[in-house]
């Protein structure tokens, strides 16, 4: 290239610094987007990454997606890829593959933040950030897109898989965490834009190209055997997003769960697989011998919650932090009782 | 009841309900006409099926090669003729005839005569090759069912094309016209037809409505190759059991894709919002072959990449480089060599390994690419050289019948009606005055010049003249001769196969009595063969969209087998398998050439 063509080609580049063309980064030579929902998917595809773990178990799905959240090379995907450091590597859209450093998780959430090299990425790095402002972040019925690498069919500059649905509603999972076959802790949005293994850790956006969702893993009903796409609301990342990502520590951290004490030690034959939570013994000046519990008797229930065995005992009793008062029910030969129990913390 | 109606009219129209209803409309419209192409696939004698499509108004159908199943193969030596149509007795007038002219013939004469005329019979309707299909039981959305005849398959890459057998003589049905795939881009809306879990028994088709979740996939096929999706439009319309073979639609209700497979994850055989189309633009690379009958064979250069860090620079570079390659395939034989970076493809820029399997796999064996690539030199790669490929047929598991079955043939009724439907689609043009065009090969120039019967070739100095069909003269040094036999014969072949000497009103008539015998890639794009009657085994190159694409012939002056392929403006030369390099062409340009042009000098 002359030099004069080399400075007119720069300075188009300025000129269109606003209108960024993605489309020499990928494989295939493509038409310009006509549609809104075309042109929304070709701004947002720069954002979302692939995600590679260390293989090895065949039991865990060793490829996910994710999204770039900081110019400073934050990329945010699910925590239930093998990360292993060193091992984790990142595919940003343009194909260029980088080693990624893997920062602490949110046990709560389930996400976990990667970081790669800023200086690295020749192609520079295109954030996004959850939807701002106080209105809703979505609406039920309304449209969204969501994007994922699902069944790790994209591979280097290859497009991620876009599937396009409505929002079908809004599920808390409180009630049935860890009691059903749901493993997380809080608000769901739930869409039929098809969500599979390998989408998970991508986007769910609305017609604007607003981030309102986290593709997290399907929720499964082993019983019915129904599954359902859900998206954990972006909104709801902002803590661990700010603290990692901005550097603002949190008054409480939202991750660090203190564990609390009942003084009950409950009967658990070892070779059981599933024992009820019969009390085995009750220590002297705890909470439990406040409310006068015997060994022999059978609890059944924790405020709302039923409790079927030894594990949901404990998984029930998580729930909940040291100082909190539950309505304890439990059953003494045929007569069932009810009591408040005060839960204390637990001393280390 | 009329207050309430009243009401109703008087609410102000809200502008974007407006929009949303007339977008309905016009999907509605389009749902409504693609429907009557949209077929359900089933056997005659068992149960289960598929969908497919008729994409030309003779009763093309287009289907997956899965949905048509394993042929009935021959038992031991014999072939399997259980499954050609028997010939049927003679026509009564035919038979009237022939006892009127021979009143005192024995019955055994009477009885070699049928027997002729069903031998007769016998090559117009049977296929050549050694297995073949039951026919296949269509269902139309119109609720008539027909029988099908198998013609083509591609095993390679999941394909058939299935031919309905009319109810009454000169029967045509609603048909689709094939889209633009590669004009495809992610988040269009398309919608699939078909009969997933043969829910119609009126067949009328389900349809089922989504996005283009992804383009260009390449999606690896079973063992040996075989139902191979090299470049697959991704779509979350669902796509399920029965929907196999079916058509994908874009918007405007073009056949943009086949659906032929989805993805499941642990869920069971049912669909996930996974499904794949294979592209339109790839099919059409095949329909030649499909169309003629033929056991569609895939490109390959035998060799395989990977997309890996440069194992020769110090740098993080990352490229596709040779692997593995056999000694005797074509890339070797262009001088690729093993570590060596490929760089493009039919001047695409390789990006990945996958996007090379993508382009070379929607290519048909024997056409000709060209690949650029960096060879090693010492400790690095020197400069990139661009070589041209002709792409050799790929082994795939059914590869022993294909060779079995190279010469695999539709009928010959069946070709006829083919090259007829290919006919009609071409545009009936003004007889075109005159057609001049020029080869130029290094320092040999060649030009050509015709008007209605006359044709005249210049070489250098030798001309040669035709007046009309074995008529003409030849120019040599300035002295008038008559041709030699060699000569003559040149003339005629070029005058009867070279479509580039064709006026657009004069293909029709030009394949009168020609046989389609497959496709063709010439530069980049599909073309059909057809064999012309004659000798020299003429074969002449159409677009599908009728215009000229070149010609293969024996060429009695140079004692080769002449391959033109012409594309706006762009030729190539390919004489006994071998590329020459240095063809050029100019025109063909329309226009009167002066009558004494053909006239011979007193």
Redesign the interface.
Known sequence: MSRAAAAVAVLAGVLSAQKQDFGAAY?????A???V??R???KL?PSIVKVHGASGLSTITSYATGIVVSDKGHILTLDQILVQKGRTRVVLYD???HQAEVLPADDRLRVRLLRVDPAEVEGGLHPIWPKQGDGPLFRTGQCV?SLGN??R?????????????VVVGRANTALRYRLADVQYDGDLILTD??N??GHYGGGLFDLDGNWIGFNTRLLESKETNT?LSAAIPSRDLLPYLDEYVNGKVQAESPKVVRPVYTGIVLFEPSGRTSPPAYVDRVVKDSPAAAIELRPDDLIVRIDDYSVRSCKEFRDVLAKFGPGAKVQLTYKRGTVVHQAALTLAEEKQ | MIAVTAALVLLPQDPDLAAVRASEQRRVEVVARCAAAVCSVGDMSSPGGGSGVIFDPAGFVLTNYHVVGDPVRPKGDKPAEEVRPTPPEPPHAELEAWQQAHPDAPADERAQFVAAWQGRWRDEHWPTGKYHWHNKKVGLPDGEVYEAVVLGIDPGSDLAVLRLLPKAPGQTWPACAFGDSDQLLVGETVFAMGNPFLLATDFTPTVTFGIVSGTHRYQEGGGNRMLVYPDCIQVDAPVNPGNSGGPLFSEAGEIIGINGRISIGDRGRVNVGVGFAIASNQIVNFLGDLLAGRHAEHGTLDMSCWYMTAPREQTQRRGVFVQQMYKDSVAAAAGLSLGDEITSFNGVHVRSANQLATLIGVLPAHAWVTLGFRPTIGDGYGDERVVPIRLSPLDTGSSADAKADAERLASRENRRLATAALCRQWPAQDQGTGVTFTLVSGTERQQFRRQGERLRVDRGDLSLVRTGRGAGFAIENGKVRDSTAEEAAFLERQFAGNTLLWTSGQRSQQLDGSLLVGGAHVLGAPAWRFALAGDGEIEALVFRDGSPAGCVLRDPLRRQRVELHARSGVAQLIADGAIDKACKLEGPTAGAIADDVFGRPQ
């Open positions: 494989s295939f030579a493509e038409r987007p006509r549609t929902l075309e929304t998917i070709d595809l194909g260029s593959v897109v699902c069944f069919l994209a591979e280097f500059s290859e497009k991620v898989s876009a599937t396009f649905g834009a098809c599979n293994p599954m």
